[in-house]
């Protein structure tokens, strides 16, 4: 009778083990490699739009516009919302209403981050 307890008690263990680890192939192995792969992407396209900007001799710029009544930062070369804000355009200062009227062009997104970060704080 104790060879037969010792022998479920193994196959349990052995079960759960077998368990744990199929769980873990399952789920946590595709999400980590979902996540590399989104990477890989994503570092893929930047690199080619880089490579498209210099064979053009272009640069990329940006500027700043309203939609739906929230500041919006687009990419001036192809006319693409780069990045939503909170900023209401009814909360901003006259300055930076009076520099979108002006088209204000900022060479980088360093530049635009600074610009933003100065008027609201």
Do not use: W
């Amino acid at each position: 009778m104790k060879k037969i307890n010792r022998f479920l008690l193994v196959y349990i263990m052995i079960l759960t083990v077998l368990c744990g680890y199929m769980y873990y192939v399952a789920f946590y192995k595709k999400d980590h490699a979902k996540d590399q792969l989104i990477h890989q992407v994503q570092s893929t396209i930047q690199k080619q739009e880089k490579k498209k900007a210099a064979a053009l001799g272009q640069k990329t710029t940006y500027g700043l516009a309203f939609l739906n009544g929230n500041l919006v930062i687009v990419n001036n070369r192809t006319k693409e919302i780069f990045e939503y804000t909170d900023m209401k355009e009814e909360k901003l200062p006259k300055e930076i209403r009076q520099m979108m009227k002006q088209k204000k062009v900022f060479e980088n997104r360093q530049e635009v981050y600074q610009f933003l970060e100065s008027y609201s704080s």
